[in-house]
């Protein structure tokens, strides 16, 4: 494996990097062949399980704003390693979660702290895997008049949101915004107009996204603000550009009845050059960077790995590699260059290795990468990224219409339903490809599909989606037989 190259003027950043690329190489067995890689099911749950029941350790005291991202981490990482919890830590978790809905709308950080977009993300996401309908049961006690009302006290002129009153905008918060929205039935056009173009002004010229951008007003008075320039704030990075592009594809329902003379549009091409980029060498193990000429750390095996599973909602397969594929084949004179796109652009493998190898900390849990320790927010987006590494999870046009015919509107003769309507399919038409599945180490190392947008099974999105909206999802049905997951 032949280390990244260095020139005669090192600085601290080349030698950070060296000394990775040699911690990373050193924890490649000797014979991988003989012995693959593991994943310790048992060890992680362990370790989810001491945080759950016990409480979290003392370090965690500087999380006290972030109470329901640790219940979401926790309770989704168990999702993903197919387990289930027992009713009594369900009704803990509600419990907990539920003790964070501020009064006037959304969640805090914590019992008695101010609503803020991030956080009442994470108590949804957790509501959707240890919640059910029923007073008491969380879903039910969930305020959405509020919470639509808060959401629309943080909406910015230019459709960005603050993520909290008295606080910056950031397209994370649009992000958790758009989710919540989404899973609750409360996510309407008033809500989200205008929001597109802002996230597509944070495209940055690398091709990924920031974390906002820079508005302009008219000297007039009043001032009105201008559609230019509009500068994208900081590079782009791993963790905004995996939220801007999910919520480009939840908003696409919005988009679609817009003209294309006035539609916002990004660059898919050097979004996905600057995707593909952030996949490390082989002296790196194949894990992801957040940003260009940064260490690989586990986390990005979701932000980024776990964005290609986003492309196909956008047609990138047939319209930009298409593309590509044509020209590789004219430049490289070959018909097999590009037999294999998926695999061209995203080494599953390779990311499965740096998650297996370099990613599961010994005593439990997963991190960033050796030698450092393991936490709940590496944990579950470690394994989310091996999630998103393992299977295909995509938008099938088969589902999307059984999704659409089992529709029953309140009045057949309401037309206004349409874009509820949509938004409901096209977030219940992920479906896992039969066939597909690249897991490395053996079928033990499996783990559960995650929904592309959602970071939650697609059992427990149809599963809250269908409550709030008041539908019944057709059940899946491959090979003459009911489809199920844990």
Known sequence: MRPTPVDAFPTATSASQ???????????????????????????????????????????????????????????????????????????AIDTIMACQHPDGGFGGGPKQAPHLLPTYAAVCALAVVGKPGEGDGWDDIDRKKMYKFFLSLKQPDGSFLVAHHSEVDVRGIYCLLVTATLLDIITPELVEGTAAFIASCQTYEGGFSSASQPYYSPSSPPTLLESPRPPLGEAHGGYTFCSLASWVMLQPFL???SSLTRPQINKKSLLRWLVQMQGSQAELGGFKGRTNK????????????????????????????????????????????????????????????????????AGGLRDKPPKSADSYHTLY???????????????????????????????????????????????????????ETIVGGASNRVNATHPVFNLTVTHTEAIMSHFYGQVVPPRVFKGATATQS
């Open 295 to 362: 260490l690989v750390d586990g986390c990005y095996s979701w932000w980024v790995g776990g964005s290609f599973g986003l492309l196909e909602s956008l047609g990138i397969n047939h319209a930009v590699l298409g593309a590509a594929s044509s020209e590789k084949h004219t430049q490289a004179g070959t018909e097999s260059a590009w037999d294999d796109v998926d695999d061209s652009l995203l080494n599953r493998k390779a990311l499965q290795e740096y998650i297996l190898y370099a990613g599961q900390h010994p």
């Open 382 to 436: 470690c394994l989310a990224g091996l999630s998103s590494a393992q299977h295909r999870v995509f938008p099938s046009p088969i589902r999307r219409k059984e999704v659409l015919d089992a529709w029953r509107a309140p009045n057949s003769s309401d037309t206004s339903d349409e874009v509820r309507k949509r938004v409901f399919a096209e977030a219940l038409s992920y479906t896992e490809e039969e066939g597909t």
């Open 256 to 258: 679609a009845s817009t």
């Open 18 to 92: 060296a000394e990775t690329e040699k911690v990373l190489i050193d924890h490649i067995p000797g014979d991988p062949t003989k012995t693959p890689p593991t994943l310790q099911k048992n060890a992680h749950m362990q370790f989810l399980i001491r945080n759950i029941v016990q409480g979290f350790p003392a370090r965690y005291t500087s999380q006290d704003a972030s109470q329901p991202w640790l219940m979401y981490w926790t309770l989704q990482a168990f999702s993903v390693l197919q387990v289930g919890l027992d009713p009594g830590n369900k009704r803990k």
